[in-house]
Structure formats: C-alpha cells, structure tokens
C-alpha cells in the first residue's frame, strides 16, 4: 500500500521550517493548544487580508506572532489600530485560557510581512481558486486560469493544483487536476511549497491542493554566492 506523507514535513529540518518555533517540556501541550487558538482566530478575523502564513516564536515572558500577508494594509490599519486591537485580543484570549492555570502575563508582539507577488505562494494560490469556487465560477476554467497565472512568474519551474469534490454540483465526488513543469516530489532539496484548502459551497466541501515547485535549494545558493 501506498503510504502518504505530508510534503512540508517530508522536507522539515532540510528545506523547511517549523511554524511554531519553541520548546517547553513543562507546559508543551497549553502552549501546543494556545498557537491553535491564536492561528483559528486570526484566520477568522483576517480571512479578507490573504493571509499566507503565522509564524509563532515564544521565549521567556515573550510571544512573537509574524504574520504573511498579500495585503498587509488591512491588518495593520490606519495609525496601527488595526495590530493594536488584534493584540488585545489575542491577550485576551491567552488570558481566559489560562484563567486556572499559574502562568504569567506574557508580552505579545505582531509583525506583519508582506508577500509581493502572491502568485509564487501556494497557500494565496489555494485561497483565491477556493473563494472563486464559492462564487460558482465553472472550476475547470478557475484551476487552468490559476495555473496560467502562477506559471507566468520566472521563479516557478512546475505546479499542479487538484480539486476534489462534488464538483459542478454532481450527484459523485470526482478529483480532477492540471499541471505543467517539473515537480520532483521525492527530492528531499527540492523548494517546493503545498497547501490545503476548501471551498465551502451551497452543494458541499471542495478540496483545492496546490503544489508550487521553486527549484533546488542548493543551487539557489550556489547562484547567490557566484
């Protein structure tokens, strides 16, 4: 049998990173169910501002939240009003968390980045082909626009992007899928970013899946250090 593995954690420690970058042997699963409290509400708050990633780095008395967005000005707001008042309540919601546990007030910080081109990002790719298949727009013609689109950028050398589901409304789930360029998926210094998304239509759950192939890592360096 066929035994999958996630491609992001197949390439953890070589090409890729962890998103939650901390250790604590003591208190590990609070803290584990405290990044999954901040991440679902940020992603519910700040589902209009493309979000790609957050990135959450703990030290003592500290959490740092970064956050990857193509549209940077709608979380910041006008004067920062908009990073003050998430992190409120963010604070707000680590503090009724831990409302009956001995653990002190920690100081939280926000920094938000911003993705310039947010065709060469798998995770935006997958948003903006699930939100046009909530809209009811055909879903042959939303994959090949989205791969057109993520090809047209230099950087990328292959994509593939499947969606699964009751597609156009039909009575059986059937998965259809385009894709052009390489995509060495079993190479371990191969740049490639994945997500995962759905579409949440008036007929059912649609699965988007976008692979994005960026070249080796490796060689990239080798070309920056000639």
Known sequence: MAHNVHPKIFRVRE???WLSRWFNRRN???QLKEDHLIR???EKRLKEASIERVEIERSPGKVQIIIAS???GLIIGRGGS?????RKDIQRILLKERKNKEQKKEDITLDVREIKNPWIS???TAQWIASQLERRMPHRRTIKQGLMKVMANKEILGARIEVAGRLGGAD???KERVEEGRLPR???RANIEYALREAFTTYGTIGVKVWVYKGDIFEEKERKEA
């Open 15 to 17: 090409t890729k990173d």
């Open 28 to 30: 590990y699963a609070n």
């Open 40 to 42: 679902f509400f940020l």
């Open 70 to 72: 193509a549209r940077p």
């Open 82 to 86: 908009g990073v003050e008042t998430l």
């Open 122 to 124: 798998a995770a935006l």
């Open 172 to 174: 059986i789930a059937r």
């Open 186 to 188: 079993q190479t371990l």
